[in-house]
């Protein structure tokens, strides 16, 4: 991941595959979680249930929430939005891997910075990056939550229902970025927190215990980022997402924080947290699995060796 890393090979040195272009990067993010996402939507949805009608009866827990969704609905619905969602992660993961090495090697004033970075200066790379990444996502996020949500998807005949319906009632492109605000807070310091953590971890593991690169070990770096991303943007994600869907009720993000905590109590930002840490840690893990596996791919047919 370092800019021009050599390795040994037969007696000389040898350019290793160039792997930190912006296209590699975004076709690795972006497919990995695509794929990551269709695997474990179904958390997403539970998740997204409990954060909209509170941890309590039929949603009180992960398992009762999933089984109250089949049964009511069916196993199909725990899939309910995938299309806006893997649109959604495309844009958002394609972006944000893509930008956070160069932001962070851009941040650094030596290759041997670069190796060993700094925290403020990785945290900082998350937070520009998933920003900028969050933003041109955030259209797609809209519309995944409210096909999650049982009450509004019927609201809509499918997804491309949902995104004409919500130009021409709410109040045309504007109506896209409803909740941007806290969407882009939530996801700009949930991406610093999960690839601040696992960028830590990959570092500490190769530097201090001696691991390769092998695009495997991002299976661990993974679950790192997903449990410290979790605990970080939990809070924020939980006012992101009834924003998003239920602009009446909670017509800004301050609203929605002072109507949360007169109505359930400050502890209630936390609704949802085992669904999102199962999710976050779940996700994560496959992502940058394959995100791994993909930018080696990616970069031997893109970059060359």
Not at 72 to 81: D, H, I, P, R, S
Not at 94 to 109: D, H, M, Q, W
Not at 267 to 282: D, E, K, T
Request: positive net charge.
């Amino acid at each position: 991941m370092s800019k021009k890393d050599t390795e040994p090979t037969s007696g000389h040195t040898a350019p290793k595959v160039k792997q930190d272009s912006f296209i590699v990067g975004f076709l690795a993010g972006a497919v990995g979680s695509g794929i990551s996402e269709t695997f474990t939507i179904p958390f997403d949805t539970a998740k997204v249930r409990m954060m909209i009608y509170g941890m309590s009866g039929k949603y009180a827990t992960v398992t009762t929430t999933i089984k109250t969704i089949i049964s009511e609905q069916g196993t199909a619905k725990l899939w309910k939005g995938l299309p806006p969602a893997i649109m959604r992660q495309f844009v958002f993961s394609g972006i944000k891997l893509a930008l956070y090495e160069p932001i962070r090697n851009g941040l650094c004033s030596s290759e041997h910075e670069i190796q060993n970075t700094p925290l403020l200066k990785k945290i900082a790379a998350g937070i520009i990056g998933g920003g900028i990444a969050c933003f041109f996502a955030s259209p797609f996020d809209l519309v995944k939550i409210r096909m999650q949500d049982s009450q509004k998807s019927q609201l809509y005949k499918g997804t491309m229902d949902c995104y004409k319906q919500i130009y021409a009632k709410e109040g045309g492109f504007k109506g896209y970025f409803k909740g941007v605000g806290p969407n882009v807070g939530r996801n700009a310091f949930m991406n610093a927190a999960e690839l601040t953590a696992m960028d830590t971890t990959r570092q500490f593991c190769q530097n201090k215990l001696g691991f390769s690169d092998h695009p495997a070990y991002y299976l661990l770096y993974g679950t790192a980022a997903g449990v410290v991303g979790a605990i970080v943007a939990q809070p924020v994600d939980l006012v992101k997402t009834r924003v998003m869907n239920n602009p009446e009720t909670y017509p800004s993000a301050f609203a929605c924080v002072k109507i949360s905590i007169q109505r359930d109590g400050i502890l209630s930002f936390y609704n949802g947290i085992r669904p999102f840490m199962v999710r976050a840690c779940s996700f994560n893990m496959l992502m940058f699995l394959f995100y791994g596996y993909l930018r080696k791919a990616f970069g031997k047919v893109i970059d060359g060796e």
